[in-house]
């Protein structure tokens, strides 16, 4: 059949739109930086080199913080894991987004789909997507009982509930896009990254720009170091030190494949990579295989005080990131979604409260506009204090039930050591007052799992089960 002249140009022309808008998409694609969210474990805020630590070996992560800003109040937006995670992947606070804490297996606690990630945004503007490494914001893990990654947003991931099991050696219980992958030889950390590199070089769309969140188990507890880290540690006598101290190292050494991937493949100047933690470091700093450091800071992993919370935190993005250089504008882990959305060109949601605002106008030294002040609440905290708030330089810290109260200067004091309450009485008037405001509302549009919870995230039993329960209990995260 012969084609008309007419019809014939005004196929020429619909072709010429359809190329144009092509190509529209192409460039726009170009031009919109990937992300990468990597996310140590149990790292304290003074674990690092770049931190001033005097001991551990962290090459990787140190010339990363020559390359880009390196923050000295970052903070989590959770003393422990799984609340700190949701709020990453949300904006919003975790009692607000319905994970307020650690998620045992088989329990209700899910983040829910109503929730909407940052994932979720950018697949659906268009970016591929991976999730590879610790999961932990789910109960029913690979069960349809719950929202899975995939259901947040991920084309590809590779994740576990909780821990890496039965310890970061040869971990056997990775699952990739729902199917249990069974033993895996090597490292957990560097298993994650590979997984990362092996999706960027073979799996993903190259015509996409990409966000990946890299999450890794070191050094989270059960601790297991390849030997060629410990040996950087061969003066050290206690083994257990020797064990940490590689597991950081670890941590670095997959860092660094990961972004020498993103050099090799040259995708490093339009690739916007943040590096944090999840909270501060497990247990007392000085038995076992606990040995983080909170860089002399008050508290450690499940409190409120600064050690629990502010951790390392590290961007890079060249051309738009300070090089070199340390801000101590206060930020914190919320803060990420938002930062997301504002340089991918992603609209905000509209119809919920984000307690994170992005981090762009740290990037030149100014102060960001925060309608919703800095909240912590962690329902295990070991002291008595378990909520805090900071707005400025002002730090309120009270227990679940806001019956007392203390009040810190944490820019003037970041140890916590002088405690302001009756030196500043209208000060403090005012802070209790804002922190009761937002506390009711927080708990007002949140979903009310958190009531009835006890340390252990348990629902309170019975008393004739209580030993029962206690006997059986998982160790807390």
């Known amino acids: ?55 551990i070996k962290t090459p990787n992560l140190d010339k990363f913080a020559a390359q880009g800003l390196r923050y000295t109040q970052f903070y989590s937006a959770s003393a422990v894991c799984s609340p700190s995670r949701s709020a990453i992947q949300t904006g919003r606070t975790p009692y607000r987004n319905g994970v307020f804490t650690w998620i045992p297996e088989n329990r209700e606690i899910h ?22 490494g610790k999961w932990h914001l789910n109960g029913y893990f690979n069960d349809p009982r719950h929202p899975q990654p995939n259901d947040h947003g991920y084309d590809w991931w590779l994740a576990t509930q ?16 729902g199917k249990p992958v069974g033993q895996l030889k090597g490292f957990s950390a560097p298993l994650v990254a590979d997984e990362a590199i092996a999706w960027l070089k073979k799996e993903r769309d190259a015509q996409k720009p990409f966000y990946m969140t890299v999450w890794t188990h070191e050094p989270h507890l059960p601790i297991e170091s390849d030997p060629q880290f410990m040996d950087l540690y061969k003066d050290i006598e206690d083994p257990d030190q020797r064990q940490h101290h590689g597991n950081v190292t670890q941590l670095d050494f997959a860092f660094g494949k990961l972004m ?15 590096f944090t933690s999840d909270n501060g470091p497990e247990g007392d700093g000085n038995t076992k295989r606990t040995r983080g450091s909170t860089g002399g800071l008050r ?50 949601p509209k119809d919920r409260v984000l307690d994170g605002v992005s981090m762009t106008p740290t990037l030149a030294g100014s102060v960001p506009e925060r309608p919703v002040p800095f909240y912590w609440r962690c329902n295990i905290a070991p002291e008595k204090v378990k909520t805090a708030m900071r707005i400025g330089d002002w730090k309120i ?15 003037a004091d970041p140890h916590e050591t002088r405690e302001l309450s009756a030196a500043e009485p209208a000060k403090f008037a005012e802070m209790q007052a804002a922190l009761k405001k937002l506390n009711a509302e927080i708990e007002a549009e949140g979903p009310t799992w958190w009531k009835g919870y006890q340390a252990g995230g348990q629902k309170k039993q019975p008393a004739k089960r209580q030993a029962a329960v206690k006997a059986k209990a998982t160790p807390a995260n």
């Not at 020498?260 to 943040?274: G, H, P």
């Open 111 to 132: 983040l829910r789909t109503s929730e909407i990630t940052a994932a979720k945004l950018l697949q659906a503007r268009g970016y591929a997507t991976l999730h590879t």
């Open 299 to 348: 508290g450690r992993k499940r409190s409120v005080y600064e050690g629990g919370i502010r951790v390392p935190g590290i961007v890079r993005w060249p051309g738009h990131v300070p090089v070199g250089k340390t801000c101590d504008i206060p930020v914190i882990g919320s803060d990420i979604f938002s930062t997301v959305c504002e340089i991918t060109g992603t609209p905000l």
């Open 397 to 411: 810290l009270a227990p679940e039930d806001l019956s007392s109260f203390e009040l810190y200067n944490v820019q």
């Open 162 to 177: 909780n821990n890496a099991g039965p310890s970061h050696k040869d971990p056997a219980n990775f699952v990739r896009n």
């Open 1 to 55: 059949m012969r084609m008309s002249r007419l019809g014939l140009l005004g196929l020429l022309a619909v072709a010429a739109i359809v190329t144009s808008a092509s190509s529209a998409v192409a460039a726009e694609d170009a031009s919109r930086p990937n992300v990468v969210v990597f996310l140590a474990d149990d790292l304290g805020w003074g674990d690092l080199g770049c931190y001033g630590h005097p001991r």
């Open 260 to 274: 020498r991937t993103l050099d090799e493949l040259k995708l490093t100047d339009n690739t916007f990579v943040v």
